[in-house]
C-alpha cells in the first residue's frame, strides 16, 4: 500500500524559509516523477514543483528561484526547500507521484505552511 506523509509546514514571517518533507512508501521510488503541490483556501489545488527520476526540476512561475525540490531516493523522501516566503504561499502542501498531467495516488493529510505578513 503506498503512503504519502508530508511534514515539516508550520507559521513563519514573510522572507522566512521552511523545508518540507515527504516520505514516500510502498513504491519503488527511485523511477518516477514527484512533485508537490498546494491548495489555498479556497482554491483548486495547484502544482508547485516536480522533479524527474533523472533529477530534472520544473517550477511554477510563482515559486521559481525561491524554491526548490529535491529527492533522495535512498531514503525514498523528497523535500521541498522554501525560501523567501510570502503570504501567498500560504496553503496546505501535499506531494504525490506524477504521471502524464495526473497524479497517481491518493492524498495523504498535507502539512499546512502559513505565512504571515
Request: charged letters at 15%; aromatic letters at 8%; proline letters at 2%.
Amino acid at each position: 500500500q503506498v503512503q504519502l506523509v508530508e511534514s515539516g509546514g508550520g507559521l513563519v514571517q514573510a522572507g522566512g524559509s521552511l523545508r518540507l518533507s515527504c516520505a514516500v512508501s510502498g513504491i519503488i521510488f527511485s523511477g518516477v516523477r514527484l512533485a508537490w503541490y498546494r491548495q489555498a483556501p479556497g482554491k483548486q489545488r495547484e502544482l508547485v514543483a516536480e522533479i524527474t527520476s533523472g533529477g530534472s526540476t520544473t517550477y511554477t512561475d510563482s515559486v521559481k528561484g525561491r524554491f526548490t525540490i529535491s529527492r533522495d531516493n535512498a531514503k525514498n523522501m523528497v523535500y521541498l526547500q522554501m525560501n523567501g516566503l510570502k503570504p501567498e504561499d500560504t496553503a496546505v502542501y501535499y506531494c504525490n507521484r506524477r504521471a502524464g498531467n495526473s497524479v497517481v495516488y491518493s492524498w495523504g493529510q498535507g502539512t499546512q505552511v502559513t505565512v504571515s505578513s
